[in-house]
C-alpha cells in the first residue's frame, strides 16, 4: 500500500519541521520543478508561454512586456480577449459545459447549482441588462452583493462588456460605500435587498439608499438583487431609479457575443486601504491579471477541474475572492463551492458539515479563522468526515506554526500539504508559496517566490540581504501587479515605487511587509512596516480610523494602534482626548459609543476592540504621535524608549489612565 502521508523531519529548533510532498501527490501534481526551471531560464517567455496555455486570447499578443513607462507596465499589450469568455462560453464550447461551476448554499440552507452553461447564459442575459441600461466599455459599476451567484455574475456581466467593477465589501458603511461611489464616479449599484448573517437578514440596499441620499450623484440607476425579503415589503423604492434584477433580466435577449478587449483594458477598481485615511482604488487590468491568477490557481492549489471541489472562503469584497473566487477558479473551469453565511450559523460546525456535503477537497482560507476553529476545539470540526480535503491555503496574515500544524493536522488529517500564500490587492495573485508536491512546506513560512516573480529581502538602504531581517520587496514587474491608483498616478508613484526607486534595474516594488530570509533561503513575512493594521486578514488604515473617531463631536485628538491579538491576529486600539466641555459627559459607556461611532462610520471590521480616554497622546517634540509607545501599552509590554518626547512623564500619565479604566 502506499503510503499517503508526507514525510516529516523535525529539527531540534522548536517549528523547523518541514513536510516533503508524499511520492503519492508529487506522481499527481500540476506543478513541477520544470516551472522554476523554464521561468528562471527566460522570464518573460515564461509568462507568454502560461498566457498562451491558459488564457483564449481573441487577437494573439506579439509583446510580452513593455516596462517602458515604469512603474506602469503592460502586459501582453497587442493582444485583444475577453476575461468572461475566458471564465465562460470556452468551456462550454470545450464540452464542459455540464460541469458545475457553483455550488451555492445560503446560510439558512437554501442551495442553488449552475453548471458552466447555466452561468454563462446568466451572464449573457446580465451584459445585455447592463447595456440596456447605457452601461459602455469603460464605465464604472459599483457592485455591493453578498455571496450570492449574481455577485459572481454581476462581475463577470461587467467584464464581458469590457466595462470596470468596483466591489464594494457588503460589510462596508453607507459611508464607505459612497466615498467609492464617487471616487470611481459609478453610474450604476448592483445590490441586493439584503442578505441572511447569523440566521437574521442583514440589509443592504437600505444602505445604499443611504449612500446616495448624500448629495449629487453619478449613480443613475440601482439594481437590486431578490435575495432577503421575497415581496420587497420592507424596502423604500425610488421609481425610475431602482430596478428589480429578476424583473429586469427576464426582459432581455438570452443571446450575447463576447467581444476581444485590448490586454490592457481596465476590469476592476479595488479600494483598499492605504497609510492615510482616504482608501487607494487598485486598477487592475485584464490580460495579465487573468493569465497570473489562471496560473497560481492552477497550481498553488494543484488544480484538476475534472474532479475537484474548490473552497475559497473569502468574500467578493476582498481582493481573494476576485482572484480565487471569481477569475482564477473560473478561468480554470473548476467547481467550486460558494457560501453565503458566517462559520458559526447556524452551529459552530456549518464550515465541515458543508465540507463533508460537497466532498470539498481543496480548501483556502485564512489565519483569523483557523485560529478561532482552534479555540472552540478539535471536537467540532472532528464530527463531519473531512477525508475529501487533499490540499489546504492559507492567506491574508501570518500564520502562526501553532495554527498551521493544527490546520494539517486537524483538518488535512495529517496528511494535506498546507500552502501558506503570500500577496496583496496590489500583486493581483499569489506571489510567495509553496507549490504543493513540489516543495517541501515548512509551518510559518511562505517560503519561496513563485516561478516568474522576482522577490528579495532588503535592508533599509535596499539592498538585498541573504539572511535576517528587512524589507520586502518585488524587484521585477510580474503580470498581474497592480497599474495604478485610480485617479491618482502620483501617489501610485509615491506608495509604492519611491522607496527603491533608484535600485540597478529598479524602480523596485515596496510591499509594506517586513519579511525574514532565514539560513534556507525561505522567506517569513513578520507583519507591516507601515501605519496599515491587520485585523482578521483585512486591512484598516489607523489614519482612516482616527479620522473616523474625530469627526464625532466629542474627540479632540484619536491615535490608533494595531495591538496584537490572539485570535484577529491585530485589533484595534484607540486613544482618544475627549473635548473640555463633553469631559463630565464622556464616561466608561461613552468610550463603548465610540467603538459603535467607528462600526458605523467605516463598517464592523473596523470597530476598535478598545477605546481608551487619556488626557495627553504621547508627541515628539515635532507634534508627531508615537504610536510605537501606544501598542506597547496596548499589548501589555513595558514602555519602550520614550527620550524622543516632548515630555518624558507622558507615557506614565497615559498608562495609569489605561489601568484605571481597565
Ligand atoms: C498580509 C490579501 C503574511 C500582508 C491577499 C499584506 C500576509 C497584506 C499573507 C495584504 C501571508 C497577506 N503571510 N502576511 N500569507 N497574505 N498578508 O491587500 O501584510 O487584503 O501586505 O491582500 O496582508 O492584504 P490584502
Not at 371 to 388: Q, Y
Not at 511 to 531: F, N, P, Q, S, T
Request: with cysteine; proline share 5%; aromatic share 8%.
Amino acid at each position: 500500500m502506499t503510503d499517503t502521508r508526507e514525510s516529516s523531519t523535525r529539527d531540534n529548533a522548536a517549528h523547523s519541521e518541514r513536510f516533503a510532498p508524499s511520492a503519492e501527490f508529487a506522481a499527481g501534481a500540476v506543478a513541477s520543478r520544470d516551472l522554476y526551471d523554464a521561468a528562471e531560464a527566460d522570464r518573460l517567455e515564461f509568462w507568454a508561454d502560461q498566457s498562451r496555455q491558459l488564457i483564449h486570447w481573441h487577437k494573439p499578443f506579439t509583446e510580452v512586456l513593455d516596462w517602458s513607462g515604469a512603474p506602469v507596465a503592460r502586459w501582453f499589450g497587442d493582444g485583444e480577449l475577453n476575461v468572461a469568455y475566458n471564465c465562460l462560453d470556452r468551456h462550454v464550447l470545450a464540452g464542459n459545459g455540464d460541469r458545475v461551476a457553483l455550488h451555492w448554499e445560503g446560510e439558512p440552507g437554501d442551495t442553488r447549482t449552475l453548471t458552466y452553461a447555466e452561468l454563462t447564459a446568466e451572464v449573457k442575459r446580465a451584459a445585455n441588462l447592463l447595456t440596456s441600461l447605457g452601461i459602455r466599455h469603460g464605465d464604472r459599476v459599483a457592485i455591493y452583493l453578498p455571496m450570492i451567484p449574481e455577485a459572481v455574475i454581476a462581475m463577470l456581466a461587467v467584464a464581458r462588456i469590457g466595462a470596470v467593477h468596483s466591489v464594494v465589501f457588503g460589510g462596508f458603511s453607507a459611508e464607505s460605500l459612497r466615498a467609492r461611489i464617487d471616487d470611481a464616479q459609478a453610474k450604476l449599484v448592483i445590490t441586493a435587498d439584503g442578505s441572511w448573517r447569523k440566521g437574521k437578514v442583514s440589509p443592504l440596499k437600505p444602505a445604499v439608499d443611504a449612500a446616495l441620499e448624500r448629495g449629487e450623484t453619478t449613480v443613475e440607476h440601482l439594481l437590486v438583487v431578490r435575495r432577503a425579503w421575497p415581496d420587497g415589503e420592507k424596502l423604500n423604492w425610488v421609481q425610475g431609479r431602482d430596478l428589480w434584477w429578476d424583473e429586469e433580466i427576464a426582459q432581455v435577449d438570452a443571446d450575447h457575443v463576447a467581444r476581444g478587449f485590448e490586454a490592457e483594458n481596465p476590469l476592476f477598481i479595488l479600494y483598499t486601504s492605504g497609510t492615510t485615511g482616504k482608501p487607494k482604488g487598485i486598477l487592475h487590468t485584464s490580460g495579465g491579471y487573468l493569465t497570473q491568477a489562471a496560473f497560481t490557481h492552477r497550481n498553488v492549489f494543484d488544480l484538476h477541474p475534472e474532479s475537484d471541489v474548490y473552497w475559497c472562503t473569502a468574500d467578493v469584497g476582498w481582493i481573494t475572492g476576485h482572484s480565487y473566487v471569481v477569475y482564477g477558479p473560473l478561468a480554470n473551469g473548476a467547481t467550486q463551492l460558494l457560501y453565503e453565511g458566517t462559520p458559526d450559523a447556524p452551529g459552530p460546525g456549518r464550515w465541515w458539515e458543508l465540507i463533508e456535503k460537497y466532498g470539498v477537497t481543496i480548501l483556502y482560507t485564512a489565519p483569523t479563522a483557523i485560529r478561532s476553529f482552534m479555540k472552540a476545539g478539535r471536537d467540532i470540526p472532528e464530527r463531519s468526515d473531512l477525508s475529501s480535503l487533499r490540499l489546504l491555503g492559507s492567506v491574508g496574515e501570518p500564520i502562526n506554526p501553532e495554527a498551521w500544524l493544527w490546520y494539517r493536522s486537524v483538518i488535512g488529517g495529517d496528511s494535506t500539504p498546507v500552502v501558506d500564500t503570500w500577496w496583496q490587492t496590489e500583486t493581483g495573485g499569489i506571489m510567495i508559496s509553496a507549490l504543493p508536491g513540489v516543495t517541501e512546506t515548512k509551518p510559518g513560512a511562505a517560503q519561496v517566490p513563485l516561478p516568474g516573480i522576482s522577490v528579495e529581502v532588503v535592508d533599509d538602504a535596499g539592498e538585498p540581504i541573504e539572511h535576517g531581517d528587512g524589507l520586502l520587496a518585488v524587484t521585477k514587474p510580474w503580470p498581474g501587479m497592480l497599474r495604478g491608483i485610480w485617479g491618482d498616478p502620483e501617489r501610485y508613484v509615491e506608495t509604492y515605487w519611491s522607496r527603491f526607486a533608484d535600485a540597478p534595474d529598479g524602480p523596485w516594488y515596496f510591499a509594506g511587509d517586513g519579511a525574514r530570509k532565514d539560513e534556507d533561503g525561505d522567506i517569513w513575512l513578520l507583519g507591516r512596516v507601515d501605519d496599515v493594521m491587520n485585523v482578521s486578514g483585512h486591512r484598516l488604515s489607523t489614519a482612516e480610523i482616527e479620522s473616523a473617531l474625530v469627526a464625532h463631536p466629542w474627540v479632540a485628538e484619536a491615535a490608533v494602534v494595531g495591538a496584537s491579538d490572539e485570535t484577529t491576529g491585530q485589533a484595534v486600539v484607540a486613544f482618544v482626548i475627549i473635548r473640555a466641555r463633553h469631559r463630565e459627559t464622556v464616561s466608561a459607556e461613552g468610550a463603548d459609543s465610540l467603538r459603535g461611532h467607528v462600526a458605523e462610520q467605516i463598517g464592523a471590521i473596523a470597530r476598535p476592540r478598545q477605546v481608551f480616554v487619556v488626557d495627553e497622546l504621547p508627541k515628539t517634540r515635532s507634534g508627531k504621535i508615537m504610536r510605537r509607545l501606544l501598542r506597547d501599552l496596548a499589548e501589555g509590554r513595558e514602555i519602550g524608549d520614550t527620550t524622543t518626547l516632548a515630555d518624558t512623564t507622558v507615557m506614565q500619565i497615559i498608562t495609569d489612565e489605561v489601568n484605571d479604566s481597565r
